[in-house]
């Protein structure tokens, strides 16, 4: 069975610094799907960026990127120049063909100023 | 991005009645939904996926004669709770896997902005 593993379960970081988030995953298959999503405390659930598990390049959006290690199946995220609007709890995510996405644990981040 | 609206965004019963929770994707189509449920300070539960004209599948321990959905267009998917009690105040999110419009990939779930149930 897959399984999602997020070891921090709170995290903080500095204003304008960077701060790296763990996330590691178990599967079998080798055509997925791994996402980040952040819930502010709106509990809106925002998609923050995916990874394509076919692609090697590491996604990047604007500060946020990971970085995909598919073989030790990890699947980082690096926020630089942190913001006070970047508190919030992270969910990684994967998914595979059945389309259901299981979740981590969260990690919760603060930002401090 | 795509969006997906829930109603209604908190809704207090008393125990023993029903509630339904509506859940619409507004600019695409989705003919797979999603409802999870995420108790205090924890990560979320997927419940049962929703299927547009057919019947829900629901994961292991979820009671499908207590959380009902219908899933009847490419927009719309509802949860109903059926006789709820205490234990089932939390908070229910649904999403909505794009299946075309929206100028999004498919294979990325968008969610709603969750309901709130307490149950007296």
């Known amino acids: 069975a897959q399984t999602v593993t997020q070891s921090q379960p709170e995290m903080s970081v500095q204003e304008a610094e960077t701060v790296t988030l763990s996330c590691t995953y178990d599967?079998?298959?080798?055509?997925?799907?791994l996402f980040w999503y952040k819930q502010p405390p709106s509990r809106q659930m925002i998609l923050v960026i995916r990874?394509?598990?076919?692609?090697?390049q590491n996604a990047t959006e604007n500060r946020f990127s990971v970085n995909f290690q598919k073989a030790a199946k990890s699947f980082s995220l690096k926020i630089s120049d942190s913001q006070l609007g970047d508190a919030a709890m992270y969910f990684c995510a994967y998914r595979a063909g059945t389309y259901k996405y299981i979740f981590g644990t969260g990690t919760r981040l603060k930002v401090l100023a | 991005g795509a969006v997906v609206s829930q109603h209604p965004s908190r809704v207090i019963c008393k125990s023993g009645t029903s509630v339904k929770i509506e859940c619409r994707s507004l600019d695409f189509q989705a003919t797979t939904m999603f409802w999870y449920r995420q108790f205090p300070k924890q990560s979320l539960m997927l419940m049962a996926t929703?299927?547009?004209?057919?019947?829900?599948?629901?994961e292991q321990g979820v009671e499908k004669d207590k959380f009902l959905i219908n899933h009847a267009s490419l927009t719309l998917s509802t949860l109903t709770v059926t006789s709820a009690h205490p234990e089932d105040s939390s908070f229910y999110i649904c999403s909505a896997r794009v299946t075309s419009g929206g100028g999004t990939p498919p294979e990325t779930q968008y969610f709603g902005p969750g309901t709130r149930l307490l149950v007296l």
């Open positions: 929703s299927n547009e004209g057919s019947k829900a599948t629901y």
């Open positions: 599967t079998s298959e080798s055509d997925y799907y």
């Open positions: 990874q394509e598990a076919y692609k090697q």
